[in-house]
């Protein structure tokens, strides 16, 4: 069936935003899985702090290595068609983890992560093609379902593992059977074919302030996200919690983050101008972090504050991807360079974190670096989230 371009209307849009959602739910579990068990992950191979950093960072660098070139593969082959490659590449990335080797624990993220990566660039363009009439809800529900994901990771690793007889490798390598379904629920999306496709990388972009303030915004909201969800378990076991309850005051982080990421485009699509609803979101993440870096208190509350942070800002990215751009080819290339870019950069979060810890020996310290990445964030927010729009000629 050839449609021509425009939005999705009854059955076929209820069927593709669930197919989308379903997708989404795939993109987190994977790399949030790692940090409740990377205790027993290091001790079980003796890993250091920086090399377990690493861990969990590769994933995420293989999003942003994979980024530049996800709008040429959709350009080629489709988004519907791409997206259904990655979630058979993403199943082959999560059970090569379940091999007993270190060599194919880290190849098996960095596979999954190239999965994801490819996803994360082309679904924000899937969404400003189909759904534009409802841009922000569609982006809320899709980063809330991101966010959903990574929440009830959080929670069932340390029970999973557990009933599993602590074999950490079948523990992650169980998150293979929600890819299963996404790709069985995908599959009638292979049946359209669109005229309207994500083009190829514009090299104006590049030089255009608009892209690069939702560039740098991106990659602080992935640095602060990725680095705090990784090392946030250990900093509670160190302060004397058990593996379970740190795994639950993350799930409880990531929640905060999932309602945070649905309800903030919601709010900042009302307003033509985004920056104050933006601004307002940092305020509660920097209150956080001074929290938790400068008290022994309220250690909950203060890490609810720190993930609404990111959690509205991972959504508010996507946003500002659709509402800035001019049409879904570069809603597409917007996002490969923003999360091309930022995710690199993000990946060295969990590395560097992890190796001032070792060097100090203070999570405050750490987690007091890591809050100076709200700086940049908010920076970029007076460009990214203000009432203008890129160029069409810079397609």
């Known amino acids: 069936m050839r449609l021509n371009p425009g939005e999705l209307r009854g059955g076929a849009a209820i069927l593709a935003a669930v197919a989308i959602m379903l997708v989404a739910a795939n993109l987190r579990p994977p790399v949030v899985s790692v940090a409740p068990l990377i205790d027993v992950i290091r001790d079980d191979l003796g890993f250091s702090s920086a090399t377990a950093g690493l861990l969990t960072t590769l994933p995420v660098l293989f999003f942003g290595l994979t980024a530049p070139i996800a709008p040429r593969i959709a350009a080629r082959f489709g988004i519907e068609r791409t997206i259904f490659a990655s979630l058979a590449l993403l199943i082959v990335g999560i059970l090569l983890r379940l091999i007993p080797s270190v060599a194919t624990l880290f190849l098996g993220s960095a596979v999954l992560g190239a999965a994801i990566g490819v996803c994360n660039v082309v679904l924000p363009a899937l969404i400003k093609r189909d759904f534009a009439h409802r841009s922000g809800l569609m982006t809320g529900l899709y980063s809330m379902t991101l966010s959903g994901g990574a929440a009830v990771t959080a929670a069932v690793m340390v029970p999973m593992d557990t009933a599993l007889d602590e074999n950490w490798r079948a523990s992650l390598a169980m998150w293979a059977l929600l890819a299963v379904v996404a790709m069985a629920v995908w599959v009638p999306q292979l049946r359209r074919v669109h005229t309207v496709a994500v083009g190829p990388r514009a090299p104006g972009l590049w030089a255009n302030p608009i892209a690069w303030a939702i560039t740098v915004y991106m990659a602080a909201q992935s640095f602060i996200f990725y680095t705090f969800s990784a090392w946030l378990p250990q900093y509670l076991i160190d302060n004397g919690s058990t593996p379970s309850s740190a795994g639950n005051v993350l799930a409880i982080g990531q929640v905060v983050a999932l309602i945070m990421s649905l309800v903030a485009p919601i709010i900042a699509g009302r307003f033509a101008d985004q920056r104050l609803v933006t601004l307002a979101f940092l305020a509660v993440c920097t209150a956080g972090f001074v929290g938790l870096v400068f008290t022994d208190h309220a250690t909950v509350l203060w890490v609810c504050m720190v993930m609404a942070g990111p959690g509205a800002a991972i959504s508010l990215a996507l946003l500002f991807m659709v509402l800035r751009s ?21 990946a ?15 999570w405050s310290l750490a987690f007091g670096v890591l809050a100076l990445a709200v700086i940049p964030q908010a920076l970029a927010t007076l460009l990214a989230a203000k009432n203008v729009r890129m160029p069409s000629h810079l397609d």
């Open 326 to 346: 001019s049409s879904a080819t570069q809603t597409g290339q917007v996002s490969g360079m923003s999360q091309s870019v930022g995710y690199i950069l993000a």
């Open 348 to 362: 060295a979060g969990p590395i560097a974190i992890g190796w001032i810890h070792d060097v100090t020996g203070s």
